[in-house]
């Protein structure tokens, strides 16, 4: 039985949230190290041999299993008018929950792979039918309830303890996520996997992590983006900017937006028979988003953290988008304010990577100098010149300290736009929380990611060596959110992800994937 296993991860937008709606304008999006799995597997004939006698169509058979009844599924036929993806209920209920995510990137790469293969190929390579298994690392739901139940506190520790893809004890539709971006990530994932076992693209189309942006990626890599950003807006009926799916597929980035008219006449209809492959094909230049290579500085570590308040992106959206047509001649100079300090933090960040490659010495003691001073307030320590740090370790202190300045500009600029917009991207509330964080020793920036709001916030932290943990400027900013008196903050265990993008897994390799495997359906 022939398998194929893809993973892709979520996201965390440090800087450019709604800016990035404009293509005039940048995201600095990191890719996260919770990721998404999608395990595609052939029905073998045991399994379908009564089916096939019955000469029921083909089946896919899609579960969810950190979930209560999230088991779809779906029958292939094929006639005149192409091919046609129903989802039934399954031999074991009358009824069944709707998934449109899953749906539509079934139904949508079936028909493109038709396109790329002929049907004939496509019916004998789908053989019996496909079980679909899909998993998202913990981080994308909120495991408060699951460290209550087990009597455990909401620290990163604990989340350690708990089983990888732990059951989150709800359906689908009642989860609390985390805004990692888990539709980004799995439609990515689907749809790569899909592509890859149906035979449209090649298996080494994701081998390379893609870190030298879209210049480097394959043409698979290319194709799956297309396809994953078109599912992707059809699932949700708006078109975004697309900087969750581009992270899923190409990681970290600065991302700039494609002109959603790439897409024209396919949004209107979800089941279309318009051909798809001229549209999606990596050969369309009217595809014209861009990804250029991002990655946070070594010896550094990005904390999430889970807010319960919780926000309405959608909503925030559009009140922010009201206010820049209303008020276009201050609020287009106020973006443009903000979008160059989006650049010169993403820019000196990765200066930082640079410094580090010339001299991982210097940057080593840099980073252990600046773990034992607070920050906000002592900005000028970081500055003093010190006899005793020599030249090329102050010439990185001095870069790191420029990156803290860069990023409480950025929050400073976006509290002025939600107050110029009348939208709490940056509400009291988490200005409190932030400057909290900000106040001890090694943080270079934070704020809140992607639409602001109540979600989430996000720290860089300095992450030396050979400190001992409790000295560790991440294990200060924990005890910070443990004593919280206010929003209920809860940490992700998720950081930047070292692979980058949608790769092939080796079930394996994965830790606690073989065993949801073989459980029974
Ligand atoms: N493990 C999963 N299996 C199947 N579908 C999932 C899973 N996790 C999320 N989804 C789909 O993604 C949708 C969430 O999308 P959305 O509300 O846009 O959240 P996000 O901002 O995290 O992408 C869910 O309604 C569901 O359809
Ligand atoms: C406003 C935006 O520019 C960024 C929103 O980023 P978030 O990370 O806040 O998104 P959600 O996960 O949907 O809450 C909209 C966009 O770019 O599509």
């Given at each position: 039985?022939?398998?194929?296993?893809?993973?892709?991860?979520?996201?965390?937008?440090?800087?450019?949230?709604?800016?990035?709606?404009?293509?005039?304008?940048?995201?600095v999006v990191v890719s996260t190290s919770a990721r998404f799995?999608?395990?595609?597997?052939?029905?073998?004939?045991?399994?379908?041999?009564?089916?096939?006698k019955a000469d029921r169509p083909i089946e896919i058979r899609v579960r969810s299993p950190q979930f209560v009844n999230a088991a779809y599924t779906y029958l292939v036929s094929f006639d005149v008018d192409g091919v046609h993806v129903e989802q039934v209920a399954d031999s074991a209920s009358a009824s069944f929950t709707k998934n449109k995510f899953v749906h539509l990137a079934l139904q949508r790469?079936?028909?493109?792979?038709?396109?790329?293969?002929?049907?004939?190929?496509?019916?004998?390579?789908?053989?019996?039918?496909l079980d679909i298994t899909i998993v998202g690392d913990n981080d994308f739901y909120s495991q408060r309830a699951q460290l209550t139940s087990r009597n455990l506190p909401p620290t990163l520790a604990s989340l350690s303890q708990l089983p990888p893809f732990n059951h989150t004890g709800v359906r689908l539709p009642e989860v609390h996520k985390t805004g990692l971006g888990s539709s980004a990530a799995l439609i990515t994932s689907l749809v790569s996997s899909l592509l890859v076992h149906l035979g449209v693209v090649a298996r080494d189309s994701f081998d390379n992590d893609a870190e030298g942006g879209?210049?480097?990626?394959?043409?698979?890599?290319?194709?799956?983006?297309?396809?994953?950003?078109?599912?992707?807006?059809?699932?949700?009926?708006?078109?975004?900017?697309?900087?969750?799916?581009?992270?899923?597929?190409?990681?970290?980035?600065?991302?700039?937006?494609?002109?959603?008219?790439?897409?024209g006449s396919l949004m209107k209809d979800e089941?279309?028979?318009?051909?798809?492959?001229?549209?999606?094909?990596?050969?369309?230049?009217?595809?014209?988003?861009?990804?250029?290579?991002?990655?946070?500085?070594?010896?550094?570590?990005?904390?999430?953290?889970?807010?319960?308040?919780?926000?309405?992106?959608?909503?925030?959206?559009?009140?922010?988008?009201?206010?820049?047509?209303?008020?276009?001649?201050?609020?287009?100079?106020?973006?443009?304010?903000?979008?160059?300090?989006?650049?010169?933090?993403?820019?000196?960040?990765?200066?930082?990577?640079?410094?580090?490659?010339?001299?991982?010495?210097?940057?080593?003691?840099?980073?252990?100098?600046?773990?034992?001073?607070?920050?906000?307030?002592?900005?000028?320590?970081?500055?003093?010149?010190?006899?005793?740090?020599?030249?090329?370790?102050?010439?990185m202190i001095d870069i790191f300290a420029e990156a803290h300045r860069l990023s409480e500009d950025v929050r400073a600029k976006m509290r002025e736009?939600?107050?110029?917009?009348?939208?709490?991207?940056?509400?009291?509330?988490?200005?409190?929380?932030?400057?909290?964080?900000?106040?001890?020793?090694?943080?270079?920036?934070?704020?809140?990611?992607?639409?602001?709001?109540?979600?989430?916030?996000?720290?860089?932290?300095?992450?030396?060596?050979?400190?001992p943990p409790q000295e560790l400027p991440s294990s200060r900013i924990e005890g910070v959110w443990a004593s919280w008196k206010g929003l209920d903050v809860s940490p992700l265990s998720a950081s930047e992800s070292v692979a980058k993008g949608v790769r092939l897994e080796t079930v394996d390799q994965v830790n606690g994937l073989r065993q949801l495997l073989d459980a029974p359906w």
């Open positions: 039985m022939a398998t194929t296993a893809i993973s892709s991860p979520g996201k965390v937008l440090l800087a450019g949230g709604y800016l990035v709606l404009d293509p005039a304008y940048s995201g799995y999608t395990v595609v597997q052939d029905l073998d004939e045991a399994t379908t041999v009564a089916r096939a790469t079936i028909a493109l792979a038709i396109e790329a293969r002929g049907a004939g190929t496509l019916q004998n390579r789908l053989g019996y039918g879209t210049a480097s990626a394959s043409e698979g890599r290319r194709l799956a983006h297309n396809l994953a950003q078109y599912v992707h807006c059809l699932a949700q009926g708006k078109v975004g900017s697309g900087f969750d799916v581009s992270a899923a597929v190409f990681g970290s980035q600065l991302y700039t937006r494609f002109d959603p008219v790439v897409l089941s279309t028979n318009e051909a798809l492959l001229p549209v999606i094909s990596p050969s369309n230049t009217a595809w014209n988003y861009r990804v250029e290579p991002f990655k946070l500085p070594p010896l550094t570590r990005l904390m999430l953290a889970d807010v319960d308040a919780g926000s309405d992106t959608p909503s925030l959206v559009g009140k922010v988008l009201k206010w820049r047509k209303e008020a276009a001649t201050a609020a287009n100079a106020h973006w443009d304010a903000l979008d160059k300090v989006n650049h010169a933090l993403s820019e000196t960040l990765l200066k930082l990577s640079e410094m580090h490659a010339r001299d991982a010495t210097a940057y080593a003691k840099a980073v252990k100098y600046l773990s034992t001073l607070q920050s906000v307030q002592h900005l000028d320590q970081w500055l003093a010149i010190n006899p005793n740090i020599p030249p090329a370790t102050q010439e736009m939600g107050k110029l917009s009348g939208v709490p991207i940056e509400p009291p509330e988490q200005t409190e929380l932030l400057d909290a964080c900000m106040s001890g020793a090694g943080v270079i920036g934070g704020g809140v990611p992607g639409a602001g709001g109540y979600d989430a916030i996000w720290l860089l932290v300095l992450d030396p060596t050979n400190c």
